[in-house]
């Protein structure tokens, strides 16, 4: 079994990247919906699509692009999380503040141990919406290079 940690660690850096992003994004009230679902949706393409472009990935199968989605999703959820939650927070327990307001009256009364089961939870999630996507995106860039061809 060969690793490519070089891989791993790009695809790492982009999901933890567009996951920080989108996690200030979605502290924007009408903004954060969509930033939401694109977070649990289509970070896996965006990723998948910008290390095709510059070379670094080439999706042979597609269990690497479900593997390659999977990665992206679980570790953009969790960089979401870590710029999300602790702001949500801050902003429901001392300003009264909440860019939704379902989820920030459920972290503002949460413990920190179910915050954690809560994140891993839609990391998971996330991860498996993501890998379903990525699995798509290899069968779109398969039909685009074939009519190119």
Do not use: E
């Amino acid at each position: 079994m060969n690793i490519d940690y070089i891989l791993l660690r790009q695809i790492a850096i982009l999901s933890i990247f567009f996951g920080f992003l989108l996690g200030v994004v979605t502290l924007i009230p009408y903004a954060g919906a969509i930033s939401f679902v694109f977070l649990l949706c289509f970070v896996a393409p965006l990723v998948i699509w910008i290390l095709i472009k510059y070379g670094c990935l080439s999706l042979s199968s597609i269990k690497d692009s479900v593997i390659a989605g999977a990665i992206s999703g679980f570790i953009s959820y969790l960089g979401f999380s870590i710029i999300y939650v602790p702001i949500s927070v801050v902003l429901m327990k001392y300003f009264h503040i909440a860019a939704n307001y379902g989820v920030g009256l459920m972290l503002g009364n949460a413990s920190f141990f179910i915050l954690v089961v809560i994140s891993l939870f839609m990391g998971v999630l996330s991860a498996t919406v993501n890998a379903f996507t990525g699995f798509l995106t290899f069968y779109v860039l398969d039909f685009l290079n074939s009519l190119n061809k």
